[in-house]
């Protein structure tokens, strides 16, 4: 396919899809089940917006949303106090499960979530959005309910709030811009086409998500892209611009552990799909330095990118599902 | 629930209940809350967020929803009988500019933000109302006018809600403001009063032989105590505020500009004016000694008017708070119900929760007394609906 005719064809505005009414119309119409997951670990500040928003836009006011869950991996403030406060399903991921053991990262919850929920759909989004509204949800799920082709539909955020000349750059962050745009232009370069590859909020078939493994940290968006691109194609990926997101900056420091993360991900992905060559065994430390009285010192980060197995194969979830 | 009264007392009767049975409506009234909350709105620059309200009006099938040319947002609940209307009144602007990060925190039990009390909820509260009612399956005998105000705090002198009083026609049987913060608030009067701005300039070439003796901060100095000296009577009760100072550069940099803003109240009109014109007597005698240009401006003023405590709207009210277990906080109003006083029309203000902070960016309201502010604010319009508010002919 095309990259230019796939970002023609494939990218949309959160806009394009106003008429909620009309939205619930088709999803009920094709007897759609509709969840949404929010991954949390210490989101106090913003958590409670996300479910209030939610539940009144998409829940009372237009019924799109069947389900809205908190999947939270541990959080040691008032996380899941508030969340079932405002009425959300609240999960400890540790309790989903828990004879797979539990493992540390954002990715665990998502896998988790694919057992935990019911929907046909899951719209995966960030609990840390300052801006929440309505169309980080619909946007994301308007696709999949309008075009059975499609399978995954990623979130972008492009809106400048000024802008004098006709061309302009468009991309994602940091990481994305200087090593996940690079690795996927050497390797993938159809998912270029994606403006921001690791954006937290996605809305995927449940059929998609059942078969794609989940790593369990930094590197689960990036291995999503390319099990999706592989297994079904670029067409079966569209992207949604949800206008502007406001969350919490990242120290550069933090952002050298996600790339850390993402490129262990990645290597692994292209080294198993044999797009590269056989791989050495790759470290699981990330040295970073910090300087005291004049002095460098070494800090070392452990980042382990374990995987988890696509959930279909996982007994107790074909059993909860009916799957033979 | 009954949505039928007969008498005042049976709306009485159905009020212990009543805050409960508000709780389904808490995921609406914060989501309205939280988007009308997080779009600026300076006064003068109310457009997108009186839009908003407009837009769930809309969606939630009220009639004659508009905006009119002082930018108020309007929309009407109708009722069974077309020739009675009742206003409620929510000011859309608030203190905070646009460059303020204007993103609320829902928390277990308060949400905190710029301007969420004052007045985000009682425009949410607005927007919410055709829910409420509907939630109740209440259908009132009046029409209910859902008037967001534009142009009401500072300079805005209320010009919104004046610009819809001079230009409505349809006739309104009484008024309620409703404000996000107090509970238990009860504003039924209005002193007289003006808001005053004092600006010091003095020329940027100066004599540094007299460097010290003369600034704009010394004029202004003097201003104040000449102020401070102007005697006020206990009776009728008159006080004068002295708000903000500003002025100056630097430590060591001669001040050229300064600035007062202050507020003059009485219960009598004639000691404002007495005030004003002694203000201008000073402001004219200092500026001929410090060789300083001295303006002062008046920013905004209301007339002192008021209902009679023993109004049945005020009795109403009382007992409705009282009922609710809710201590009355009666205080003389200098926004919008004094507006409506001074045109005739009964109004009350009432407040819907509990609220710290006020002013600040952590502005904080409390979320589970907004349904006992929710179920008096019901509560005083089906008793003014059932006519049980109306003075004795």
Request: aromatic fraction near 6%; include cysteine.
């Amino acid at each position: 396919m095309n990259l230019n005719n796939w970002i023609k064809n494939n990218t949309t505005h959160h806009s394009q899809f106003w008429d909620l009414k009309k939205l619930v119309e088709e999803k009920e119409k094709q007897n759609l089940k509709i969840s949404l997951c929010l991954p949390t670990l210490n989101e106090e500040k913003t958590i409670g917006k996300e479910i209030v928003m939610f539940k009144s836009e998409l829940v009372d006011r237009y019924p799109l949303l069947d389900e809205i869950a908190v999947i939270d991996s541990g959080s040691t403030d008032k996380t899941r106090e508030i969340a079932e406060t405002f009425g959300a399903d609240v999960y400890l991921s540790a309790e989903i499960l828990p004879q797979y053991g539990e493992k540390k990262g954002k990715g665990e919850n998502l896998w988790k979530a694919v057992y935990e929920l019911t929907g046909d759909i899951i719209v995966y989004v960030d609990a840390d959005i300052k801006n929440i509204h309505p169309r980080f949800a619909y946007g994301l799920v308007a696709p999949l309910i309008y075009r059975p082709e499609v399978h995954y539909v990623k979130a972008f955020y492009d809106r400048p709030l000024a802008f004098s000349q006709g061309v302009r750059p468009s991309g994602g962050g940091r990481v994305t811009e200087i090593l996940t745009r690079p690795l996927f232009s050497l390797f993938f370069p159809d998912l270029t086409g994606l403006i921001q590859p690791l954006s937290g909020e996605y809305a995927v078939r449940r059929e998609v998500l059942e078969k794609i493994p989940f790593p369990i940290g930094y590197g689960v968006e990036t291995s999503h892209l390319i099990d999706v691109y592989e297994k079904w194609g670029l067409e079966a990926i569209a992207q949604v611009d949800l206008d502007q997101r406001v969350h919490r900056n990242q120290e550069t420091r933090d952002l050298g552990k996600m790339a850390f993360g993402i490129l262990r991900a990645f290597l692994y992905r292209a080294e198993a799909l044999g797009v590269i060559g056989k791989l050495p065994e790759l470290s699981t430390l990330l040295r970073q330095f910090q300087v005291e009285d004049e002095t460098f010192e070494q800090v070392c980060f452990e980042i382990v990118e374990e995987e988890r197995p696509p959930m279909i194969e996982i007994p107790e979830y074909r059993e909860k599902f009916n799957i033979n | 629930m009954k949505t039928e009264f007969s008498s005042f007392d049976e709306i009485l009767a159905i009020l212990p209940e009543l805050p409960d049975k508000l709780f389904v409506i808490q995921e609406t009234l914060i989501a309205n809350l939280i988007m009308l909350s997080e779009i600026p709105s300076p006064t003068f620059e109310e457009e997108a967020r009186i839009k908003l309200l407009l837009q769930r009006m809309v969606e939630c099938g009220l009639v004659n929803v508009s905006s009119d040319e002082a930018g108020n947002g309007v929309g009407i609940i109708t009722g069974k009988e077309s020739d009675r209307n009742i206003l409620l009144v929510a000011h859309a602007d608030t203190v905070y500019n646009q460059k303020t990060d204007h993103n609320l925190s829902v928390l277990t039990d308060e949400i905190v933000g710029p301007g969420v009390a004052d007045n985000s909820l009682g425009m949410a509260v607005l927007a919410t109302l055709p829910n409420i009612l509907d939630a109740l399956g209440i259908k009132l005998n009046s029409n209910l006018v859902l008037l967001s105000s534009t142009k009401g705090l500072g300079r805005g002198n209320l010009d919104g809600l004046r610009f819809f009083m001079d230009n409505n026609k349809l006739p309104l049987e009484a008024g309620i403001c409703v404000e996000g913060e107090k509970l238990g608030r009860l504003s039924y009067t209005a002193e007289g009063m003006f808001r005053g701005l004092i600006s010091c300039r003095i020329p940027e070439v100066l004599d540094w032989q007299r460097a010290g003796q003369n600034s704009a901060i010394i004029a202004l100095n003097d201003v104040i105590n000449r102020i401070l000296e102007i005697p006020l009577p206990r009776r009728p009760r008159t006080t004068v505020v002295l708000g903000a100072v500003r002025g100056g550069k630097s430590y060591n940099v001669m001040a050229t500009h300064s600035s007062l803003r202050f507020e003059v109240r009485s219960q009598d009109s004639d000691m404002v004016k007495k005030i004003h014109n002694r203000i201008d007597e000073i402001v004219a005698d200092v500026a001929s000694m410090h060789n300083a240009e001295i303006d002062f401006e008046v920013v905004s003023s209301r007339e002192p008017g008021g209902i009679d405590v023993g109004h049945p709207l005020v009795k109403s009210c009382r007992q409705i708070m009282e009922t609710l277990k809710v201590q009355p906080t009666i205080r003389p109003s200098m926004s919008e119900v004094s507006e409506l006083i001074s045109r005739g029309l009964p109004s009350v203000t009432l407040g819907i929760t509990e609220a710290s902070n006020l002013h600040d960016l952590n502005e904080t309201i409390r979320i589970k007394p907004i349904y006992t502010g929710l179920a008096q604010l019901i509560a005083v319009l089906l008793a003014i609906d059932g006519g049980f508010c109306n003075e004795p002919e």
